[in-house]
């Protein structure tokens, strides 16, 4: 029904950036636009709760934990069907795997998750 693939993770240093991608497919996409859904980025660092992150709303309005307010950067191209997440001024703390989350029709559909490592 829905599938999401992340990409864009990787190792930077400490205050560089980096742009995550969530591409999302699927039959349901043949009567629906990703305008449709709310969308979240979600994190999950080693021994920790897996936490939102940022989220967009079907209106388009935005949301970010405040650790990363200032610095993160939600938004989503309907046509190519995809959410990405802007991450300037990256600090070590930001180190994590990130999931891309939407729900639709009651049911939660989750990326593989992509890793994020920011070296100090």
């Known amino acids: 029904q829905v599938q999401l693939v992340e990409s864009g993770g990787g190792l930077v240093q400490a205050g560089g950036s980096l742009r995550l991608s969530c591409t999302a497919s699927?039959?349901?996409?043949?009567?629906?636009?990703?305008?449709?859904?709310?969308w979240g980025w979600y994190r999950q660092a080693p021994g920790k709760q897996r936490e939102l992150v940022a989220a967009?709303?079907?209106?388009?309005?935005?949301n970010y934990v405040d650790s990363v307010k200032g610095r993160f950067t939600i938004s989503r191209d309907t046509p190519k069907k995809s959410v990405y997440l802007q991450m300037n001024s990256l600090k070590p703390e930001d180190t994590a795997v990130y999931y891309c989350?939407?729900?639709?029709?009651?049911?939660?559909?989750w990326g593989q998750g992509t890793q994020v490592t920011i070296s100090s």
């Open positions: 967009i709303s079907t209106g388009g309005s935005t």
């Open positions: 989350h939407t729900r639709h029709s009651g049911r939660d559909y």
């Open positions: 699927g039959s349901i996409f043949s009567f629906f636009s990703i305008n449709v859904m709310d």
